[in-house]
């Protein structure tokens, strides 16, 4: 800029230089996003009970008569599938409520309205990215409390289980939040967003594991969800909340940290990147 | 340093592909007025001011807003600007009071987001959520996000489409009282009493270019003002613009041997009528009087000639 302000006018220049924090913005925007986002009743009730009712169904009745999955002892079908509920918990809360939700947002107006203001576009983002953490956190405690107390399913006891869990559950979330920020752009209207976004998350869902053993599924598929981050997340947890022994029933015969690790920071900068470069405060059909 | 012009345009263009949106438009808006730009539905009006708030960039042309190019403004500038979009409908779950002091968390010199709330009238509503708001409420709740963060220039994009005549008026208050804190408006408009009601200057604009431009009382030049008389003769209605219209009448009644004229009328144009003819809009209901219009503007006036 060939002009700056000082030189204009001294009583703005005094304004420059307390224009507030990204920081305390970004703090601002994660409560008016929360706040937003627990009116909005309709979408908490599915994002919250979603992942509670499908363990319920799914351990119901798969789990009869104390069906197990697995070679002897076996796992109860409750346990063996709260890993995969967790993930696409995680995955519904970030990237399905994201892209979703922000291209509502660009539809109603709301996005150019805040492009107009002072307001930096990185506290935006980590204001979803904050919001985003916290609705996750409080979907994933449901979930295991109910799991726990209602299920009976035994939760992990040592340290180092949290610590894969506290991994895998912020990588899993912020590549979602962030993957799902890069998506809302591709939903012409807010209208057709939810069309748009629901059948990605479904059939991942199917091919990642979530309703069935990974194991049983064919290998093509397998191969397939591999491609998408909430096959390793899904896997991830399972190295939570199965029994070490249960590690021989993954395809490769391990669980894979490294590659769960690397394959949800490969999405991570990958939404990151295209997130940035694509992202649009105006509707398409808006000049 | 004051006196720099708070809104320099020159030259302006803007295409969507075969379309001219705007089309060498020239704009100069001083600081601490209220400027009106005037315009039919697709007249450049929109495009332009999005031009200006740093939404659309330009093919070509000179743009300055308060001292810099729009299009690679900074925070800095954006917390000088206050704008009002045209209509949106977002953040509904969120109350008047919510918005409005979230808003001014992103300045350094808000106003008192209560008092913001005040003048935009919206105190008995200020729990409520937006999406109860009625639509002219939601406006003022546009308004009053727009200027909580104390803006020397206020944008606003046709800002009373669809306010009863009471709440506009209240509207205007409200906008001419911001005017005398000193905050320069730009605003546009395709009411034309709106404009005179609030404008020190206005600018009217037709496909893309500034067809006229001065005080709403001035607008049009001295032909578009001339009166029009109006008679029948052989059986057919003539009409005639002219300064001296008197005169006029004087020597069609002496051509009558009744010494009165027939079906004789002499209409002062409205500013509505002046305005419509630099938009080029038919009169819905006095067809003729554009053509009469548009006919003082050349030296030939075949109902002078039909009278000699």
């Not at chain 1, 894969?164 to 912020?174: E, I, N, Q």
């Amino acid at each position: 800029m060939t002009v700056t302000p000082s030189t204009r006018a001294t009583d703005r220049a005094s304004r420059t230089v307390t224009l507030p924090s990204t920081l305390a913005l970004s703090l601002a925007r994660t409560q008016i996003e929360l706040r937003q986002f627990f009116r909005e009743r309709d979408a908490v009730v599915f994002i919250f009970a979603y992942p509670v009712i499908m363990l319920a169904i799914f351990a119901s009745v798969f789990g009869q008569d104390g069906t197990t999955v697995g070679p002897e002892p076996g796992i109860p079908f409750g346990q063996y599938f709260l890993p995969g509920m967790v993930a696409t918990g995680v995955l519904l809360s970030s990237f399905q409520n994201l892209a979703m939700s922000i291209a509502v947002e660009r539809d109603e107006g709301g996005l150019k309205r805040l492009r107009g203001t002072p307001m930096p576009p990185t506290a935006y983002f980590l204001g979803k990215v904050g919001s985003v953490l916290v609705t996750s956190l409080a979907q994933v405690a449901i979930l295991l409390v109910v799991a726990s107390t209602l299920f009976g399913i035994d939760l992990p006891t040592t340290a180092d289980r949290w610590v894969t869990f506290a991994w895998v559950f912020a990588l899993g979330t912020a590549s979602g939040a962030v993957c799902g920020v890069a998506f809302s752009s591709v939903p012409r209207s807010g209208k057709s967003a939810s069309a748009v976004v629901t059948p990605i998350v479904l059939v991942l869902q199917f091919i990642s594991g979530v309703f069935f053993t990974f194991p049983s599924l064919p290998l093509w598929m397998q191969q397939v969800a591999a491609l998408f981050p909430l096959k390793w997340m899904a896997q991830g947890m399972r190295s939570v909340f199965l029994p070490e022994w249960a590690e021989q029933m993954e395809p490769a015969g391990a669980w894979e940290h490294p590659m769960t690790a690397a394959v949800l920071a490969g999405y991570l900068v990958l939404g990151l990147v295209l997130g940035i470069r694509t992202f649009r405060w105006k509707r398409r059909d808006d000049g | 340093m004051s006196t720099e012009p708070a809104v320099h345009v020159r030259d302006l263009h803007k295409h969507y592909g075969p379309k001219r949106a705007v089309d060498g438009l020239d704009l100069t808006v001083d600081q601490g007025e209220i400027f009106a730009v005037l315009g039919p539905n697709g007249a450049g009006k929109t495009t332009t001011i999005e031009i200006l708030e740093g939404y659309r960039h330009r093919d070509r042309g000179e743009v300055t807003v308060l001292g810099q190019d729009p299009q690679h403004a900074g925070r800095e500038w954006r917390s000088r600007v206050g704008i009002v979009l045209q209509s949106a409908n977002d953040q509904a779950e969120l109350t008047v009071d919510e918005l409005v002091r979230h808003f001014a968390l992103y300045y350094s010199a808000s106003r008192d987001p209560q008092e913001v709330i005040a003048a935009v009238g919206l105190t008995d509503k200020a729990r409520t959520r937006t999406r109860q708001l009625s639509g002219g409420q939601r406006r003022r709740l546009d308004v009053a996000l727009g200027i909580v963060g104390r803006p020397e220039l206020l944008f606003l994009d046709e800002p009373t489409t669809g306010f009863d005549p009471e709440a506009r008026r209240s509207f205007w208050d409200l906008i001419s009282g911001l005017r005398d804190e000193g905050t320069t408006i730009l605003l546009t408009t395709h009411y034309l009493e709106e404009a005179e009601h609030l404008a020190d200057r206005c600018a009217v604009v037709r496909d893309g270019r500034v067809v006229a431009l001065d005080s709403p009382a001035a607008l049009g030049d001295r032909a578009a003002r001339q009166a029009v008389v109006r008679w029948t003769q052989d059986g057919l209605v003539r009409q005639e613009a002219t300064d001296h219209p008197t005169a006029l009448v004087a020597a069609l009644a002496a051509q009558q041997p009744s010494g009165e004229v027939p079906g004789l009328e002499v209409v002062r144009p409205s500013l509505e009528d002046v305005y419509l003819s630099l938009i080029g809009e038919p009169v819905t209901n006095e067809p003729d009087l554009v053509l009469a219009l548009d006919g003082v503007s050349t030296d030939h006036h075949p109902s002078a000639e039909a009278l000699r």
